[in-house]
């Protein structure tokens, strides 16, 4: 029955996608939302940053168009037109009126608008906009990361179950020819009928855990089947152990240098400082260059008197403001000096993360090494009790004991081997690349079920 449940399993797992960790990771970065989304708010920074350098080169130039309809025509009696001009006339009839614009009115005219100085508004404008898709990056980086820890999590995860449970498949399988065993020697009168029964309740209980085991797997391969978004796959890389591990200060180092949190605090570092900037302009003059042409008007005398286009220069320097202007230049310093405190700190908390992590990996490969011990003791152990056991010099008790002794230290193995890479791929994530931790995972020693 075991040999026919090994063999569903191994071809159910034939008809399934292959996947290695490396093509698993591909496929995170395709269909992941939250990598999608962060994705696009690099692209909107992007346009955000090219819509304020448009603002440092390029004027605001508008055309108008309007058309208004006066109750009456504007109108000026005989007397004053007398008045208004430069040269004497006669004396006018003061019952003449004349028209001085018509009735419909319409107008149209472009308008140029130039900030030529804003005390440097425009470039700190542009320095923010640019730290901005830093920041952006930054945060796509760490989306990233997180999505790769989570991958090895299930990944492995899923193999680590795949493992336990064809190691309590050999267990079942040792405990049912230790049972059959039994039945003979039982039979042939040279074991008493209270190790045939130990030796069938101790089966019995073997195949409930093989039972769970798989339920357990179950589990596992499903839920990285949705991270996935991929079904009916089949997990090939393995279980590893690499000791090529550099020394703490090389990671260390790395970490500082390249981990993505440390680079979105520099990144609002340079917004603040811009932002200093901008709010230290406000004492700075303004100044904007002008112009107006007429494109259309009417032949009214108002319309023919107005020039056809203008331009001008205007400087605004204000003297005193009750926006609270240096309050804000205050309040924008404090942010920038809280931000270079928040990246010492960060720095330190790293150091102190990437330390630990690295310890656990050392550690962890320390107590896989010891097992080795173990595992071969293990397998010694129940080599001589399933001879002592055919021999009667041993109870059924005791090979049990022996069979569970030799799983459980394989087992411990596993879930040893598969701790080290939970904290291989989160030094690697800290310090180096989550290609690095592919590479250690190629040349890595596979870890024997």
């Known amino acids: 029955m075991i040999r026919l449940l090994v063999i ?14 490396d093509q698993a990771w591909e496929l995170v970065q395709e269909r992941n939302d939250g990598l999608k989304a962060s994705q696009n708010s690099v692209k909107h920074s992007q346009v955000v940053k090219d819509g304020a350098d448009s603002m440092m080169y390029m004027p605001s130039i508008d055309l108008h168009g309007s058309y208004t309809h006066l109750s009456e025509p504007i109108q000026v009696s005989g007397n004053a037109v007398g008045r208004n001009l430069p040269i004497p006339l006669p004396p006018t009839d003061p019952d003449i009126t004349m028209d001085l614009s018509e009735q419909d009115i319409f107008l149209a005219n472009i308008s140029i608008l130039w900030p030529v100085f804003a005390g440097g508004k425009t470039l700190y404008l542009s320095d923010i906009t640019a730290a ?3 920041a952006e990056e930054a945060k796509l980086e760490l989306m990233r990361q ?16 795949k493992a336990y449970y064809e190691t309590r498949l050999e267990v079942e399988e040792a405990f049912k020819t230790h049972y059959d065993h039994a039945q003979k020697m039982q039979e042939q009168g040279q074991i008493a009928k209270v190790e045939l029964l130990n030796a069938k309740v101790k089966y019995d209980k073997t195949t409930t855990e093989t039972v769970k085991a798989h ?16 079904q009916d796959i089949n ?25 993505p949190a440390l680079h979105l605090i520099d990144a609002k570092r340079q917004q603040s400082s811009s932002v200093v900037g901008m709010e230290r302009a406000n004492y700075m003059p303004t100044v904007v260059a002008y112009g107006n042409y007429n494109l259309y008007r009417d032949d009214s005398i108002i319309a023919e008197s107005a020039p056809d286009w203008f331009a001008g220069v205007a400087v605004n320097i204000n003297l005193l ?12 310093k404090i942010i920038d000096q809280q931000l270079a405190l928040l990246h010492q700190q960060a720095q330190q908390d790293l150091s102190i993360l990437v330390e630990k992590t690295y310890n656990e990996v050392i550690l962890y490969l320390d107590e896989y090494k010891a097992l080795d011990s173990s595992l071969s003791l293990a397998e010694e152990n129940v080599k001589l009790r399933r001879i002592a056991f055919a021999s009667g010099l041993s109870t059924s008790l005791e090979l049990n004991d022996a069979e569970l002794f030799l799983a459980g230290t394989k ?39």
């Open 411 to 449: 087992t411990e193995r596993l879930n040893v081997a598969y701790n080290y890479i939970q904290k291989l791929s989160q030094l690697m994530i800290l310090s180096e690349s989550s290609e690095r931790f592919m590479e250690l995972a190629a040349s890595g020693e596979e870890v024997v079920r």
């Open 146 to 161: 997180k999505a790769f820890i989570q991958l090895v999590k299930y990944y492995y995860g899923a193999e680590m179950g």
């Open 8 to 21: 569903a399993l191994l071809a159910t797992l034939t008809q399934a996608k292959e996947l290695g960790i």
């Open 132 to 134: 901005q898709i830093e």
């Open 235 to 259: 997990i090939t890389s393995t279980l590893f152990i690499n000791e090529e591990i550099k020394s703490k200060e090389h990671y260390v180092t790395n970490a500082i240098e390249n981990y």
């Open 321 to 332: 403001s009750a926006t609270g202007r240096s309050e804000k230049y205050e309040a924008a």
């Open 215 to 230: 339920h357990k797997m179950t589990i596992a391969v499903s839920a990285l089947s949705k991270l996935l978004k991929e």
